[in-house]
C-alpha cells in the first residue's frame, strides 16, 4: 500500500490524529479532509489546519453547514447542553455525520485519484454513536463502490482499540507527546489535555492513566 493515495477524515482530535499517523506510516501519499459544520468548538479546525502544516500534508477544508441546519445538537448549539440520559444516545450525536463526511471524502477521494480512505471510528469506547459501528463502515463501502464504481476501501484503524490501546497505538508510531500536546479532543475547545469536565474529555483521560499505568509497569 506503500505506493497508494490515501484521504484521512481529518478533525484534529487524538483519534484521527493518530489515523493520520498511520496513514503517513501506510501510505505513499497522504491527504486530509476537514468538515466546518459550524461545530460548537471551530477551534478544531484551526487546530486540524495547524497539524496538517506542521506534518507537510495538503488539507482540504469542506463546507458542511447544511449539516448544522438539519441536525440541531450540542456539538452546533451552545444553547444544548452536553449530556447523555441512561439509555440515550449523548446530546453531542448528529445525526448522519459520519455518513456525510465520508460519502463526501469519497467524491474529493476519487476526483484526487485516492481509492484509500481512512476514520477514527471506534465500536470499543463509542458513546453508543450507531454511525461508528463496524457494520456501518462495511456497509457504507459497499454503497460508495455501487454508486461511484469505484474500487474504495475505508479502513478503521481504531476500530476495535480502547482509548487506552489507541494511546499505545500513538506511541508505537512515535506519535505520542504529539499527539498528547496538539490534539483538540474536547468539546469546550482546550487544546491538549482539554478542560476534563467534558465527556470527550473524562474518555481520553482516563484511558491515557490506564495506558500509562501499564506502561510503566511494562517498564518494571
Known amino acids: 500500500m506503500k ?4 484521504v484521512v477524515v481529518f478533525s ?9 499517523f498511520w496513514a503517513l506510516k501506510t501510505f505513499g501519499e497522504v491527504e486530509v479532509v476537514t468538515f466546518d459544520y459550524q461545530q460548537r468548538h471551530k477551534l478544531e479546525i484551526e487546530c486540524a489546519r495547524q497539524i496538517a502544516t506542521e506534518l507537510g500534508v495538503k488539507q482540504t477544508v469542506l463546507d458542511m453547514s447544511l449539516l448544522n441546519q438539519l441536525a440541531p445538537n450540542a456539538l452546533t448549539r451552545n444553547e444544548i447542553a452536553i449530556e447523555q440520559q441512561a439509555g440515550e444516545l449523548p446530546s453531542t450525536f448528529v445525526d448522519g455525520r459520519n455518513l456525510l463526511f ?4 469519497a467524491i474529493y477521494a476519487k476526483q484526487s485519484g485516492a481509492r484509500h480512505l481512512i476514520t477514527g471510528v471506534c465500536e470499543t ?3 453508543g454513536y450507531p454511525d461508528c459501528r463496524d457494520a456501518f463502515v462495511k456497509s457504507l463501502q459497499v454503497t460508495l463502490n455501487l454508486a461511484m464504481d469505484y474500487p474504495f476501501v475505508i479502513h478503521t484503524p481504531l476500530m476495535w482499540l480502547d482509548k487506552a490501546e489507541t494511546w499505545k497505538m500513538a506511541d508505537d508510531l512515535g506519535a505520542f507527546d504529539y499527539i498528547r500536546e496538539k490534539t483538540l479532543t474536547c468539546y469546550n475547545g482546550i487544546i491538549g489535555d482539554g478542560c476534563g469536565e467534558c465527556p470527550a474529555c473524562k474518555l481520553r483521560a482516563a484511558g491515557l492513566q490506564t495506558y500509562l499505568r501499564e ?3 511494562a517498564m518494571g
Open 3 to 6: 505506493q497508494e493515495k490515501a
Open 12 to 20: 484534529g482530535g487524538q483519534d484521527s490524529t493518530t489515523c493520520l
Open 102 to 105: 465520508l460519502s463526501f471524502a
Open 125 to 127: 469506547d463509542f458513546s
Open 215 to 217: 506502561r510503566q509497569e
